[in-house]
């Protein structure tokens, strides 16, 4: 078979105005998608992140995990290793295709879906102890109505008392304080930059230099954290608790990241 025609990222003649959830198709090109992994490091990030995930997954007794943003695979990888079923699903195929591969190479065959968050349940057909949606990957939603829509598509797929984790860079901090991220957790590769580039309420532009000088950008919707929070709780999810680069207190400047767990299960409240 042979390679698709790689294209570079276009974001027309004004980058800044480019809002729009179905961008994200355009971002992951096959060049950038390539050097991905280059940015991930996924013995850096495996050392950072250690079990929290694994940890956070067996406290709820979940088996059987959907990862709704595979990316290159990490996480499916980590969590197959650690004896999870796991269903591998991305909106992007250059994306899926990746993770497939660098999951061959470790010995594992991903059981891979390509869907749309939005019409998530057209496509996976069954039900899950547990959605994870990692890698900042939400932020590619620039549309409110598409993070509710996808947020009660997680909802749908989840078991009565099943759990979504969900993380976000801590935006928060960057439209705050202009802290600039320090990526000692997730983006834990030393030769590559990862930098703001264009921050306002409702775009966050990041642009991603590579050691052969080639560069790359995102164009993101900067989600505050109680935002997510409430949104979580409006599709239903009864009870949220928010982690900061893995611990559960934190002060709020701190964190690069902000990770959530959002429980399905019903509680009833005390009188």
Known sequence: MSKPITKDQDYGSDPLAVRDTDQYQDEYVHSFVDKWDELIDWEGRAQAEGDFFIEKLREHGAKKVLDVATGTGFHSVALLEAGFEVTSCDGSPVMLAK???????????????????????????????????????????????????????YYATLRHDGILIL?????????????????????????????????????????YTF?????????????????????????????????????????????????????????????
């Open 99 to 153: 993770a497939f591969e660098n999951a061959r190479k470790r010995g594992h065959i991903l059981r891979t879906i390509h869907a749309d968050w939005r019409w998530l349940n057209r496509d996976v057909h069954d039900l899950y102890d547990a959605v994870i949606c990692l890698g900042n990957s939400f932020t590619h939603l620039h549309n409110e109505n598409d993070r509710r829509k996808a947020l009660a598509e």
């Open 167 to 207: 993380d976000q860079r801590n935006y928060d901090a960057l439209l705050d304080k202009q802290v600039q991220p320090s990526h000692n957790y997730y983006y834990c590769g030393d030769n590559v930059v990862a930098a703001p580039e264009y921050v306002d309420e409702s775009l966050a532009r990041f642009k």
């Open 211 to 271: 050691p052969d000088k080639s560069e790359y950008h995102l164009n993101m919707y900067p989600l505050r954290k109680t935002y997510v929070q409430g949104l979580m709780k409006n599709v239903g999810f009864q009870r949220v608790t928010t982690y900061g680069d893995f611990k559960e207190t934190y002060r709020e400047a701190e964190p690069d990241f902000f990770i959530h767990v959002a429980e399905k299960a019903y509680v009833e409240e005390a009188e």
